[in-house]
């Protein structure tokens, strides 16, 4: 089992920035797909990017592609999600998840494990 735990978000400017971090518990994170998902307010959770266990590959939604970044740290049980560009509709509550498979994270949207989530809001 892995627990999850995001910080990070706030309020930004749109045009602004902001860096997510989720750290995992345990000692096997290099084990486990990484990803990130958002939720806005009256809206479905969405998936935004996610990378494989080694690093080696990443993907994006289209509407983040070319803004963020998903990277990772295995030796610091990490994971990152680099916000550029914001605009006000990527406001949402930011949500980290983890599977050992990469086909939850990226197919379907059913990650075995989630965080708590984070607040990312971006003013006009």
């Known amino acids: 089992q892995v627990q999850l735990v995001e910080s990070g978000g706030g309020l930004v400017q749109a045009g602004g920035s902001l860096r997510l971090s989720c750290a995992a518990s345990?000692?096997?994170?290099?084990?486990?797909?990484m990803g990130w998902f958002r939720q806005a307010p009256g809206k479905e959770r969405e998936f935004v990017a996610a990378?494989?266990?080694?690093?080696?590959?990443?993907s994006y939604a289209d509407s983040v592609k070319g803004r963020f970044t998903i990277s990772r740290d295995n030796a610091k049980n990490t994971v990152y999600l680099q916000m550029n560009s914001l605009k006000p509709e990527d406001t949402a509550v930011y949500y980290c998840?983890?599977?050992?498979?990469?086909?939850?994270?990226?197919?379907?949207?059913?990650?075995?494990?989630w965080g708590q989530g984070t607040q990312v809001t971006v003013s006009s």
């Open positions: 998840a983890a599977d050992p498979v990469w086909g939850p994270l990226r197919v379907s949207g059913t990650p075995r494990y």
């Open positions: 990378i494989t266990r080694s690093g080696a590959t990443t």
């Open positions: 345990g000692r096997t994170f290099s084990s486990y797909a």
